[in-house]
């Protein structure tokens, strides 16, 4: 009788193919690896877990554009979990394809289902083309954006802090703002994700003043702000500097990872978070019990991820 769990977020990335070649992560080696099999994952949805506890998914990868089941995926999604939060990461290198596949999956999900476009920004054009190997074709994207209504949907840019590009983390902050996007900054991790950095750079010292300074000015700029959710951004930034700019080790009170969170990966197996890799079960034969604390404890391990990080921003 299978056992089952009591997740509330799921990560899915259906597929490690990529067209971008940033200097952070390796998921563009991987493109030959199989992609996910969608009668695996309604297998585990049907089993294993209760789908009215799922609060948000990310759609995540390698790019999921190039994932060839995307909108079926959406469409098995919207059936399942009409209310969660769908976040989508896109890397809109055509802008025209990037729109047209954002009204389309759009289209698929159900209309109480918030769609999250998350973008990436790694700061202006030269230095996010040197990082991501891809110019970015943002302002042509939000260009056509603008002019088409998108119900209950939010766009946002997400901006990956690495010893190459922290001292334009508050220009990406800025822009983001003027294009009224949403905005989030993370730091680079190594990881089974994205653990690539040393191999392509001589990697830098990052200096953390000027870093400190940097999420500074975003602290200062979001306190004019009146906004209730503002609070949250501004606990959140807080908390980044804390994590990346004092010595002190951090501790993630709100990791959820291998209880309330999951990583489904392409081969349809499970891990506790993007960070660690370990196998905690597959779609198939579903989730092996174990708590956040018994991996924090085995890897020793801790991090600044949105998805951890704001459930504790929120707290305050
Ligand atoms: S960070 Fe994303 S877009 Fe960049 S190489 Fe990795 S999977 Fe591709
Ligand atoms: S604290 Fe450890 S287990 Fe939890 S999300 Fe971070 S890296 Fe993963």
Redesign the pocket.
């Known amino acids: 009788m299978p056992v089952k769990c009591y997740l509330k977020e799921i990560h899915i990335a259906p597929t490690?193919d990529?067209?971008?070649?940033?200097a952070?992560?390796?998921?563009?080696k991987r493109k030959k690896e199989p992609t996910l099999q969608l009668s695996d994952l309604q297998f585990f949805i049907d089993n294993y877990i209760y789908a009215p506890n799922i609060e948000t998914i990310v759609l995540?990868?390698?790019?999921v554009d190039l994932y060839t089941g995307l909108f079926e995926l959406c469409r098995l999604l919207a059936r399942y979990f009409p209310r969660a939060t769908i976040v989508l990461?896109t890397?809109y290198l055509n802008p025209e394809r990037t729109v047209k596949n954002i009204l389309k999956i759009r289209n698929e999900l159900s209309p109480s289902n918030l769609l999250y476009i998350s973008m990436?920004l790694e700061g202006p054009p030269g230095l996010h083309r040197i990082i991501?190997?891809n110019s970015s074709y943002l302002d042509e994207v939000m260009e056509r954006l603008q002019i088409i209504k998108l119900h209950n949907t939010i766009l946002g840019t997400s901006f990956?802090i690495t010893p190459l590009n922290y001292h334009a983390l508050y220009w990406a902050y800025s822009y983001s703002s003027s294009q009224n996007l949403d905005f989030w900054a993370s730091p680079f991790s190594r990881s089974y994700?994205?653990n690539n950095l040393k191999l392509n750079w001589s990697f830098l010292p990052l200096d953390k003043m000027k870093l400190s300074t940097q999420i500074d000015c975003v602290l200062s700029d979001l306190s004019k702000k009146q906004d209730p959710e503002i609070i949250t951004k501004h606990n959140y930034f807080l908390g980044l500097k804390a994590f990346m700019c004092n010595p002190a080790s951090f501790y993630m009170p709100t990791c959820r990872a291998g209880s309330e969170y999951v990583v489904i990966d392409s081969q349809g197996k499970l891990k506790p978070c993007v960070l660690i890799d370990k196998e905690i079960g597959t779609l198939r034969k579903g989730l092996n019990a174990c708590t956040p604390n018994e991996i924090r404890r085995q890897f020793a391990c801790s991090c600044w991820t949105v998805c951890h990080a704001y459930g504790m921003a929120k707290k305050g």
């Open positions: 490690f990529c067209n971008s070649g940033c952070h992560c390796w998921n563009h995540t990868g390698g790019q990461t890397n990436p991501r190997g990956t994700f994205y």
